[in-house]
């Protein structure tokens, strides 16, 4: 298993990791199988997303931000509970089919990280690949 591990820049922000998974596929020596991409923080997220339109990633943090407002009071005692509930909503893992040493993802498809507490000096992101 191999960890990526980064820091975030801002309070809420996406990036795709789709290359970084790749590359990892690639090393793994693994031509046919399943990777598996987990983050452990319960206010991140990994997801399947759309990679090519820069301005859809600030849709999807908006309509987050409409789901679950930082400003709204909750009854949780951190003063981070909308980003638990985006993590949540978006959810920590994903799996995708690997053939030919490739990740099948979709023409417009991407491997997304998504940070809604930081920033912060170190998130982690796991990654699995299994022979099938």
């Known amino acids: 298993m191999k960890t990526m591990s980064f820091p975030t820049s801002h309070k809420t922000h996406l990036m795709d990791i789709s290359k970084e998974v790749q590359e990892e596929v690639i090393k793994s020596g693994v031509r ?59 959810g920590n893992s994903v799996s995708v089919p690997v053939a030919n040493a490739h990740l099948l993802l979709g023409e417009w498809q991407g491997i997304f990280f998504g940070e809604f507490d930081g920033p912060r000096q170190k998130r982690d992101v796991y990654i699995k690949v299994i022979a099938g």
């Open 32 to 90: 046919d199988g399943i990777c598996i991409i987990f983050t452990p923080h319960t206010t991140t997220s990994v997801f399947l997303f759309e990679n090519q339109d820069p301005a859809l990633r600030r849709d999807l943090l908006n309509s987050l931000s409409r789901i679950a407002p930082s400003e709204t009071l909750y009854q949780h005692s951190g003063a981070n509970a909308a980003a638990h509930l985006k993590s949540s909503r978006m």
